[in-house]
């Protein structure tokens, strides 16, 4: 059966180009083939400022330039960057002005110039928030920058509603869209129909783009098919695009997908971008990069009432009362589940020893992490101390051999008396739910019940975790490059948003001195470093005292690739940033 897929697989990719030539000019370079667990079923938008996870972000990356580019070596922000537009930015003596000039030389695949108007465009789509469809990640850029306007056609400035350290951050996350593929034109922006951007064609099928590679087509559930776009300006040789096409290629079980990949046959992936399981290809003749990384897992925890879900603040801006979660409300508790938290365990089993325990709400190579804070230790003792402090005590039966029986509010402070702590943990399927059920023993160990509840990603974040009525979910984030010590993004309350367009503070966080420490980490007049170091420091001790969520670890990264890619060059968090330049030997 196993032959059968892979020949049907072949004949499919073989209706773009024949595998079997040989590389020897732009176009004829063979297919990168990269695995992803990901499943293009739920494929979200193809469109930047629509998509809010990397299922639709990494096909973006190679369909669309950016405005602000980001160097691979230093991981800064830097003009002149291949594939994106700024070729240098001025600011404003008092900081709320950024003047960017941009490249002349980018056309849209369409033979349309990309200019000044493209980013216009992006930036009022971005204005229009819901009304568009509006990913959170591009949330900052839609509080931060207030005005936008043409001075010519290759020059735009950008208007910041504060003066922030990090407003370059912000201009970057304004990427040009194709405002004329949309219908979109200058003079007639007042009437344009805004909801026109939700379910467009461009969401499955974008014709109008800009990058190494141009979309073909999408096989739900099978695979993401773009081609190579010899009109690219930016080709990192010099001379165009070397592969003939890129594919996403829909491989759920990461097991079978690194199997494949190992196989090093025609056909099968020879690209793999950070699997979480990667001890068998360290041990192989595969090409890869083995660095610290910017992907972490966590625990989130609801701390606001499920019944009752609330925006973190009112139509004044100011903090509204949540509630408390029955079983989470009280700090005791929460600070109890870490103390559970075998995470060596965790790291040893689904992660084979390939990832870092956190000691707070950021990675360990992030400046905002306080050298001398100590990660919360596994003590059952202590978990159950501080249980039983709370109010959460053991019954008779216990749940595990060794373990406490099932604790119930007995004098707790956030839920009624009899009230069992029994609550459900989500995870996204993947080796997440490894994880939720080890949780789910571990937990055990002190009396709290867990039901582990895997579902696809975009069901867990936007029917469950974006509408605030869940307990607990295993999930990630992925920092931000370059790295912002600003981390109300997460735990902020202007990112307390329910609903449709939600926010990333989906546990309702809210404590008033971490904000004001956060507001001076982005706004700090003159910006001084060591200053703002410490700002942030502060900050995410008191995340590390509250805990908002249970910390788990963050993940060791890997790029992977077969013998077989020419050119395969890759940066910590740059896998691809040379793809165009790769070349598949047969």
């Known amino acids: 059966m196993k032959i059968v897929r892979i020949v049907v697989f072949v004949l499919a990719l073989s209706l773009i180009v024949p595998l079997g030539a040989m ?186 783009t800009s990058g190494p590679f141009s979309f073909n087509r999408l096989e739900p559930g099978t695979a993401i098919y773009l081609q190579a776009d010899q009109s690219y300006a930016d080709p990192i040789n010099g001379t165009g695009v070397m592969p003939e096409g890129y594919i996403f290629l829909d491989t759920p079980d990461e097991v079978v997908m690194i199997e494949r990949f190992l196989s090093f046959r025609d056909g099968e992936p020879n690209y793999l971008r950070e699997p979480n399981q990667y001890d068998s290809i360290l041990e192989s003749d595969a090409q890869y990069l083995n660095a610290p990384g910017r992907v972490w897992h966590y625990l989130a925890l609801n701390l606001a009432d499920p019944q009752n879900p609330q925006n973190g603040l009112d139509a004044d801006g100011n903090p509204v009362d949540q509630g408390q979660h029955p079983l989470f409300g009280d700090v005791r508790v929460r600070q109890a589940m870490q103390h559970a938290v075998n995470i060596d365990e965790i790291i040893d089993g689904p992660h084979s020893g390939n990832a870092t325990p956190m000691v707070s709400s950021t990675i360990s190579t992030a400046f905002t992490i306080d050298p001398d804070l100590e990660r919360r230790a596994f003590d059952l003792d202590a978990a159950r101390a501080l249980l039983d402090e709370a109010g959460w005590v053991s019954e008779e039966d216990a749940l595990v051999d060794g373990g406490d029986g099932l604790r119930v509010c007995r004098g707790c402070e956030t839920a009624e008396d009899g009230t069992p702590f029994f609550f459900q943990i989500m995870n996204p399927g993947d080796v997440r739910n490894d994880v939720s059920v080890i949780l789910q023993n571990q937990f055990a160990q002190v009396g709290l019940e867990v039901e582990v509840t895997p579902l696809d990603f975009n069901t867990m974040y936007d029917t469950n975790m974006g509408t605030q009525t869940f307990d607990a979910a295993v999930a990630g984030w992925r920092g931000g490059l370059p790295f912002n010590p600003d981390q109300r993004s997460f735990f902020g309350a202007e990112n307390d948003i329910f609903g449709e367009g ?11 001195e971490f904000e004001a420490l956060s507001d001076q980490v982005a706004n700090l007049p003159g910006c001084d470093e060591a200053t703002r170091i410490d700002l942030a420091q502060q900050a995410t001790e008191i995340l590390y005292q509250e805990q908002p969520y249970v910390w788990l670890y963050e993940l060791n990264s890997v790029y992977a690739a077969t013998p077989s890619i020419e050119g395969f060059d890759p940066r910590p968090n740059f896998g691809t940033w040379n793809v165009d330049s790769w070349v598949v030997r047969q």
């Open 502 to 512: 939600y926010g990333f503070n989906f546990g309702s966080y809210y404590n008033a």
């Open 23 to 208: 590389a020897q000019e732009p176009g004829e370079g063979g297919l990168i083939v990269e695995g992803s667990t990901r499943s293009s079923a739920n494929l979200g938008p193809l469109v930047p400022i629509r998509c809010s996870g990397v299922d639709c972000s990494n096909p973006n990356a190679l369909l669309y330039p950016g405005l602000i580019g980001i160097n691979p070596d230093t991981q800064g922000f830097a003009a002149n960057e291949p594939g994106n537009l700024a070729t240098g930015w001025e600011v404003s003596e008092d900081g709320f002005t950024y003047t960017v000039s941009l490249r002349d030389d980018f056309t849209w695949s369409d033979g349309e110039p990309i200019t000044a108007e493209d980013v216009l465009f992006s930036w009022q789509a971005i204005q229009q928030g819901e009304t568009v469809g509006l990913s959170s990640s591009y949330a900052q850029a839609r509080r931060d920058v207030v005005g936008a306007e043409i001075i010519d056609d290759f020059t735009i400035e950008f208007t910041l509603a504060t003066a922030s350290c990090e407003g370059i951050r912000a201009v970057s996350l304004v990427p040009p869209l194709p405002g004329h593929a949309y219908g979109w034109t200058v003079d007639a922006a007042d009437s344009f129909e805004w909801e026109s951007l939700i379910d467009h064609p461009f969401d499955d099928a974008p014709t109008v």
